[in-house]
């Protein structure tokens, strides 16, 4: 699994759960130049402060600076408890941190990366809770999610929440499918959104699903696309089977709002989730797979016990399959990876597509060299990878391939191999620009105030493919190539 280096603002982050009892004004104390490469055992032998103040939601303030490096900061504050029961706490930092309530230790020090949750029992009024934090180099993070028991750490909930299409939806999909009309002209096109690396363990991400799912009817989409990495082996998510089970549920519910087919294909960051318990192929088949099969009217071919599959469009002579690139639960702790029976399904169903169909190969990773993150390291599955490459190369020669069209890298790229068409949309994950390959590009996108979502137009009669960007880049980041 890749591993992803973010700068991030050294902040705080409290669900809106936790709001209900913090007292809304966190003291911070900052000190700067601290050469320890881990969290002092007592912070009052410091001296005096470099910095300090007030903030709410535990965050610096104007102080924050991602670029810096060696401080040690302590925050305080104030929990109001109305009922005596049993809270948790969630504990995440880049460097090291601790938690402790009415001066007691109730997290020890947690080391870069760590995912910790300790529970205590609090009786009704105030308590103080104070966090510690250090910063050694590079990048910085601090979260810290509170819940009481039967609650989740954020609110998650197993039901959509109703919401409004903000005020920008509408617009930036009006404006990108003025564009696709100039283009169809009088041909006829097969036309479909894809979202991919929606990462939504921490927030309302997956919203963008709903916002593009409900305005459906201005693009008269023939599916949609989803290409993984809904984000649910991430964060707290990973940790807490009711997170993970919630996010499913609000994913699903989001992919219902479209009257027509919602196409998914499994992420590497969609496995392992729950204590590795709640998911399973069978599980991704049942939520994100199995509701399309009635409106598919019997083009939608599942795999039994498999997440791979396929759909055609006979009308338009088109197939689209989508594969699963991660190989988990076929080859255990392998990302990445196509393994043989998928490969050897994948052959004999282009092998026995008819010829005028055009196909369209879909999965979440790219194994094209130039599609994969800058900092990935050598990756373990080469083999696999070079393998799906020849093995379409060589269909490539004999069937009308659109292309191998993929998500995971959070970037858009565009290569021609073997006359092989690989093609990336930019997602809405992050992507530093030292993580950028040659020849790939991102548009920078604030999700509150624009879509970021390549729509697909496909021309089969005249092996033709246009994308438009609806919002973040607008008509900068389309692309047009021949199959």
Same mark, same amino acid.
């Given at each position: ?146 819940? #009481?028991? /039967?609650? %989740?750490?954020?609110?998650? &909930?197993?039901?959509?929440?109703? =919401?409004? !299409? +903000? ?73 807490s089977k009711d997170i993970t089970t919630s996010i499913m549920n609000s994913i699903s519910g989001e992919m219902k709002k479209y009257p027509g087919v919602f196409l998914y294909t499994p992420g590497n960051h969609d496995w392992d989730a729950g204590e590795g ?18 409106? #598919?009217? /019997?083009? %939608?071919?599942?795999?039994? &016990?498999?997440?791979?599959?396929? =759909?055609? !469009? +006979? ?169």
């Amino acid at each position: 699994m890749k591993k992803t280096i973010l700068a991030i603002a050294a902040t705080v982050a409290i669900s809106s759960c936790t709001m209900r009892y913090n007292e809304g004004e966190v003291s911070y104390k900052i000190w700067e130049n601290y050469d320890g490469d881990t969290l002092p055992d007592d912070f009052t032998a410091l001296g005096e402060p470099t910095v300090t103040g007030t903030g709410k939601c535990f965050q610096l303030g104007e102080y924050v600076n991602p670029a810096k490096d060696h401080f040690v900061a302590e925050y305080t504050s104030t929990l109001t408890i109305p009922a005596e029961k049993k809270y948790s706490f969630l504990l995440h930092s880049d460097d090291n941190s601790r938690l402790l309530v009415d001066g007691e230790p109730l997290i020890g020090l947690n080391p870069t990366g760590n995912y910790t949750i300790a529970g205590k029992n609090l009786t009704k009024g105030k308590h103080e809770l104070r966090i510690q934090y250090q910063e050694y180099i590079n990048g910085q993070a601090l979260d810290l999610y509170m819940y #009481a028991e /039967g609650e %989740l750490p954020r609110d998650y &909930g197993t039901d959509v929440p109703e =919401y409004e !299409i +903000p005020d920008f939806v509408v617009p930036q999909i009006t404006e990108a499918h003025e564009r696709y009309m100039e283009w169809k002209g009088d041909d006829e096109t097969v036309v479909f959104p894809i979202f991919t690396d929606i990462h939504a363990h921490t927030d309302y991400r997956f919203r963008h699903i709903g916002y593009v799912a409900e305005t459906s009817g201005i693009w008269n989409y023939d599916f949609m696309l989803c290409l993984g990495d809904i984000g649910i082996n991430l964060g707290p998510a990973h940790i807490s089977k009711d997170i993970t089970t919630s996010i499913m549920n609000s994913i699903s519910g989001e992919m219902k709002k479209y009257p027509g087919v919602f196409l998914y294909t499994p992420g590497n960051h969609d496995w392992d989730a729950g204590e590795g318990t709640v998911n399973s192929e069978e599980r991704f088949q049942k939520l994100f797979q199995k509701p399309g099969l009635e409106k #598919a009217g /019997g083009n %939608l071919h599942l795999t039994p &016990g498999k997440v791979y599959h396929y =759909y055609d !469009i +006979p009308e338009k002579n088109f197939r689209i399959i989508l594969l699963n690139s991660c190989g988990t639960c076929t080859l255990k702790n392998m990302y990445y990876v196509f393994d043989d029976e998928q490969v050897e399904w994948f052959k004999n169903l282009v092998k026995e597509t008819p010829q005028e169909m055009s196909i369209l190969v879909t999965c979440h990773y790219m194994p094209h060299p130039n599609g994969r993150w800058h900092n990935t390291p050598a990756p373990y599955n080469l083999r696999s990878n070079e393998r799906m490459m020849d093995v379409l190369a060589e269909l490539k020669r004999h069937h009308n391939i659109v292309g191998l069209f993929c998500g995971d890298s959070h970037f858009n790229m565009h290569e021609v191999d073997r006359n092989v068409n690989y093609f990336v949309t930019q997602s809405m994950g992050v992507c530093s620009k030292e993580n950028l390959m040659p020849g790939t590009r991102r548009a920078d996108v604030n999700l509150e105030e624009s879509l970021c979502c390549d729509v697909v137009a496909v021309k089969p009669a005249k092996n033709q493919v246009h994308t438009f960007r609806i919002g973040a880049g607008g008509a900068d980041y389309d692309y047009e190539f021949n199959y």
